[in-house]
C-alpha cells in the first residue's frame, strides 16, 4: 500500500479487489486469534499446574523426611533420565512440542545401607524428575503458542488498522478525482459547444 496510486479506473478496480481480499481474510484471521488465545490460556494453567506440583512434592518431602539434613547418607544419582519421546502437535497452525514419554531408571541401592524412608524418597524423586521435563516443555508449548498469538493480532492489526481503511481512502480518492474529472469534461463540453455556437451565430451574421 506504500508509495503513490495512480488515479485511473484500473486502479480503482484493483484497489477495490484488495479491499474485498482483505475483508474476506480479516474474520478467519480474527477466529485464529481468538483460538490461539484459548489455547495460551490452556497451556498457562497446564504450566502452572505442574509447577504447584512439582512444590507439593518438594513440600511431601520436607515433611516427611525432615532427617535429609542431617542423615549422613548418599543420596545422589538415586534416579537418572534414561530417554525422552517428544511428539508434535497442531494447533491452530502452529506446531509444538508434547512429551510422549519419560523414562527413568533407579539406581540400584542396598535395603541394608540405606533406611526405609528411601524408597518413598525414591518415587517421590522419579515423580519429581518426569514432572520437571513436563514443566520444560509446557514452557515450550506456552512460548510458541505465545509468539502465534503475538504474530496473529499484529496481522489483524495490520488488517483492520493500516490495510482496510488505507484501501478505502485510495478508494474514495480515485473516486473524487475520476468525478472531479467527469465534471470537468462536462463543463469543458458545454464551453466547448458555447464558443462553436457562438461563432456559428457569428459566421451565419456575416453571411446575412
Same mark, same amino acid.
Not at 525432615?66 to 545422589?76: F, G, H, K, Q, S
Not at 524408597?119 to 506456552?142: A, C, G, N, P, S
Not at 502465534?148 to 473516486?175: D, E, G, H, M, W
Given at each position: 500500500?506504500?508509495?503513490?496510486?495512480?488515479?485511473?479506473?484500473?486502479?480503482?478496480?484493483?484497489?477495490? !479487489?484488495?479491499?474485498?481480499?482483505?475483508?474476506?481474510?480479516?474474520?478467519?484471521?480474527?477466529?485464529?486469534?481468538?483460538?490461539?488465545?484459548?489455547?495460551?490460556?490452556?497451556?498457562?494453567?497446564?504450566?502452572?499446574?505442574?509447577?504447584?506440583?512439582?512444590?507439593?512434592?518438594?513440600?511431601?518431602?520436607?515433611?516427611?523426611?525432615?532427617?535429609?539434613?542431617?542423615?549422613?547418607? @548418599?543420596?545422589?544419582?538415586?534416579?537418572? @533420565?534414561?530417554?525422552?519421546?517428544?511428539?508434535?502437535?497442531?494447533?491452530?497452525?502452529?506446531?509444538?512440542?508434547?512429551?510422549?514419554?519419560? %523414562?527413568?531408571?533407579?539406581?540400584?541401592?542396598?535395603?541394608?545401607?540405606?533406611?526405609?524412608?528411601? %524408597?518413598?524418597?525414591?518415587?517421590?524423586?522419579?515423580?519429581?524428575?518426569?514432572?520437571?521435563?513436563?514443566?520444560? @516443555? !509446557?514452557?515450550? !508449548?506456552?512460548?510458541?503458542?505465545?509468539?502465534?498469538?503475538?504474530?496473529?493480532?499484529? !496481522?489483524?492489526?495490520?488488517?483492520?488498522?493500516?490495510?482496510?481503511?488505507?484501501?478505502?481512502?485510495?478508494?474514495?480518492?480515485?473516486?473524487?478525482?475520476?468525478?472531479?474529472? %467527469?465534471?470537468?469534461? @462536462?463543463?469543458?463540453?458545454?464551453?466547448?459547444?458555447?464558443?462553436? %455556437?457562438?461563432?456559428?451565430?457569428?459566421?451565419?451574421?456575416?453571411?446575412?
Amino acid at each position: 500500500m506504500a508509495g503513490k496510486i495512480a488515479l485511473n479506473k484500473s486502479s480503482l478496480n484493483k484497489e477495490k !479487489r484488495s479491499l474485498k481480499t482483505f475483508n474476506q481474510y480479516l474474520p478467519a484471521l480474527e477466529l485464529k486469534r481468538l483460538q490461539l488465545m484459548a489455547e495460551r490460556k490452556k497451556a498457562e494453567k497446564a504450566l502452572e499446574e505442574a509447577k504447584l506440583r512439582i512444590e507439593q512434592i518438594e513440600g511431601d518431602i520436607a515433611a516427611q523426611l525432615p532427617m535429609l539434613a542431617c542423615e549422613d547418607i @548418599v543420596l545422589e544419582d538415586l534416579v537418572k @533420565v534414561t530417554n525422552i519421546v517428544l511428539g508434535e502437535q497442531n494447533i491452530v497452525g502452529t506446531t509444538v512440542p508434547m512429551l510422549e514419554r519419560v %523414562d527413568v531408571e533407579v539406581t540400584p541401592y542396598s535395603f541394608l545401607v540405606r533406611p526405609h524412608w528411601v %524408597d518413598f524418597l525414591v518415587e517421590k524423586l522419579k515423580e519429581m524428575t518426569e514432572l520437571h521435563i513436563e514443566r520444560q @516443555v !509446557r514452557e515450550l !508449548r506456552y512460548k510458541e503458542i505465545s509468539a502465534a498469538t503475538k504474530t496473529t493480532s499484529q !496481522r489483524v492489526n495490520l488488517f483492520s488498522k493500516v490495510l482496510i481503511p488505507q484501501t478505502r481512502q485510495n478508494i474514495a480518492k480515485i473516486k473524487i478525482f475520476l468525478s472531479d474529472q %467527469d465534471r470537468a469534461g @462536462v463543463v469543458n463540453a458545454k464551453i466547448s459547444k458555447s464558443k462553436m %455556437d457562438a461563432a456559428a451565430a457569428a459566421a451565419a451574421a456575416e453571411r446575412g
